[in-house]
Structure formats: C-alpha cells, structure tokens
C-alpha cells in the first residue's frame, strides 16, 4: 500500500541489534544509376555477383544476431469483477475472510465487497484503519491507524484486534504511540511498519514487541520462507523474523505485493504491471491494470486489486 503521513515517534521498544544490507541491482540506398550502354565484360558480372552475395551474407548475420534470445513474456488481461457501490474512501488494504468475503480497511472502517460490486460497513467502527492484516483464510484481524470524529480512541490507534471478522474490536498494544502502516502475519508472526523508518515484531498477537530492521515498508507479506518487504530500495527478504533484510536480485519494483496460503507471492510494480512468483525470486508478468491501492491473494491462480471505485480479479 502507499506510505502515508509519518505516525507519533515514540521510544525505543526493546532495541535489538540489527542490521539492513543495502543495494550494493540504415543503410540508406544509393541513388538511382541509368544503365550503361557500354558493353559489360564478364569479369564485371562476376564481381557484381560477388559483391551482392557478400552484401546479403552480412545483412543475414545482423538479422540473425537481432533477434531475441526468448520470446518476451505474454501477459493476460484482468477481469474488472465489480464496480463499487458506493465508492470507498480511501482504501488501504484487502483481506479474504474464513468465508470467502473479501474485506477492505478504509478510512471509515472495514467494508465488505461482493460480487455485484455492492459494499457494505462490517461492524459499527468507523475508525480510519490505514494498516490491516489478518491470519490467511480467517476471521483474525489485526488493524491500526487513527480514531474516527466521533470516537474517544487514543489517537493514533495502535495495535487494534479482531476475532469476528472486523464486527468488534479491541485494543491490544501501543495506543497513542504507534500508527502501523502496513502490517503482516502468518498466525505466529505480526510484524509491523510503524509509519516512520523501523519494523516492530510481535511472537504473541501483537501483545508485546521487539524492534526489528530499519526499514521503510510500502508493503509487508510473510510465507514459510520468510518475510518479505517493498522499500524504496526493491523487494527485500529476511530470513530471521525482520530483524535483517536483503535486496532480491533482479525482482520486479514492487510497490504492492501480498503472498496465497501456499506461498506464492502476488506483487503490483510501480508502472501497475501485475506479477507472480512461487518463491520470491523467479517472477513472471502477468498483465497491466489500471492505478491500485490494495492486493490480497487467493491462492496460486488467482488475486485481487482493488482501489475505491473497482474490484479486479487477477490470474
């Protein structure tokens, strides 16, 4: 999701050590000649011939050696599932429920979407949730961001949490410190951007954290080999609970990504080009879509982009 205005700072949370590898990756023709009238010798004929052969023997070797070595990669186009109805304000981020509903953080609230398009409040919060995340394929939901005019929530919010779907919440950690702006968990591991340049891990719903890397994170997606992270800097990866990161080599500018229950990662570059990987390191274009805000992943075959006004369906 796209970064936005930096939280409150706060103290230092239980500073670990770490570090943050960074990034070291035509001939033009000859005018016309009328023909001679001279007699040609037969010596002058076979030159010619000679010449001509020579001339399409090195015109074949440039064609031969302009052509590419593979052929580019073909991308299929996206299906615009719905139009939304009414439009949504400001959406930052996308969750697929237990039952298959899609939910959507906005600036008032969670929001379902269904398959006609039409959308609707879930719960009664109207609270502006810029960061949310949820256990894949459940009702656990973890949020942060700022209170609504009308509620008497710590500003910014926290930590907010969910065991319903987004119909209730409560707070769980860092209320008045901390607006997260991107979040990511696998159940077992909730890791946090805190709007600002650090990521902050939690090992118990987000009850207590642990700094983890310096890292500005556009977006934050966690499978069984790892976490990972699109910075400024390009898709990074870590390989020991965020404490450090590495750049991918040669992946695609990722500002978007987000990763299916079985690991394969989803990811929307810069230029709104769609790609897949199975493992974070071989990446295939998809197709190109239009301006999104928010990327949720099904599975292997199938995701969704989305900004206020339209749904897409990505394969």
């Keep these: 999701m796209a970064l936005y205005r930096p939280s409150i700072p706060v103290s230092p949370l239980s500073p670990i050590t770490h570090t943050t590898q960074r990034r070291h990756?035509?001939?033009?023709?000859?005018?016309?000649?009328?023909?001679?009238?001279?007699?040609?010798?037969?010596?002058?004929?076979?030159?010619?011939?000679?010449?001509?052969?020579?001339t399409l023997t090195v015109l074949s070797g440039c064609a031969?050696?302009?052509?590419?070595?593979?052929?580019?990669?073909?991308?299929?186009?996206?299906?615009?599932?719905?139009?939304?109805?009414?439009?949504?304000?400001?959406?930052?981020?996308?969750?697929?429920?237990?039952?298959?509903t899609i939910l959507a953080g906005t600036h008032?609230?969670?929001?379902?979407?269904?398959?006609?398009?039409?959308?609707?409040?879930?719960?009664?919060?109207?609270?502006?949730?810029?960061?949310?995340?949820?256990?894949?394929?459940?009702?656990?939901?973890?949020?942060?961001?700022?209170?609504?005019?009308?509620?008497?929530?710590?500003?910014?919010?926290?930590?907010?949490a969910s065991e319903d779907g987004g119909q209730t919440w409560t707070p769980r950690s860092v209320a008045g410190q901390i607006d997260f702006h991107a979040l990511a968990t696998n159940g077992q591991l909730l890791v946090g951007f805190d709007g600002i340049n650090r990521l902050l891990v939690s090992t118990d719903d987000g009850t207590s954290w642990?700094?983890?890397?310096?890292?500005?994170?556009?977006?934050?997606?966690?499978?069984?080999?790892?976490?990972?992270?699109?910075?400024?800097?390009?898709?990074?990866?870590?390989?020991?609970?965020?404490?450090?990161?590495?750049?991918?080599p040669d992946a695609p500018a990722l500002a978007l990504l987000a990763a299916a229950p079985d690991g394969t990662l989803w990811g929307i570059d810069t230029a709104n080009t769609v790609w897949r990987s199975p493992d974070g390191t071989h990446w295939e274009q998809r197709s190109t879509i239009s301006s999104v805000t928010a990327l949720v992943a099904r599975d292997a075959e199938t995701a969704y982009a989305a900004n206020g006004q339209s749904l897409y369906t990505l394969s």
């Design 108 to 160: 008032t609230g969670v929001v379902a979407l269904t398959a006609d398009g039409t959308t609707s409040r879930v719960g009664v919060s109207d609270d502006d949730f810029m960061g949310l995340t949820g256990v894949p394929g459940s009702d656990r939901l973890f949020a942060s961001g700022h209170p609504s005019p009308r509620s008497s929530a710590p500003n910014p919010l926290g930590l907010v």
């Design 210 to 248: 642990n700094t983890g890397a310096s890292l500005a994170a556009a977006a934050l997606t966690i499978t069984d080999h790892g976490v990972w992270a699109t910075t400024p800097a390009g898709l990074q990866h870590s390989t020991d609970d965020a404490q450090t990161f590495t750049i991918v």
């Design 64 to 100: 031969t050696q302009e052509q590419p070595t593979s052929p580019p990669t073909s991308a299929t186009s996206p299906e615009i599932v719905a139009t939304l109805t009414p439009e949504l304000d400001h959406l930052h981020a996308l969750h697929i429920r237990a039952d298959g």
């Design 25 to 54: 990756a035509r001939t033009r023709p000859y005018p016309h000649e009328s023909p001679s009238r001279l007699p040609v010798s037969s010596l002058s004929i076979r030159t010619v011939a000679v010449v001509v052969i020579a």
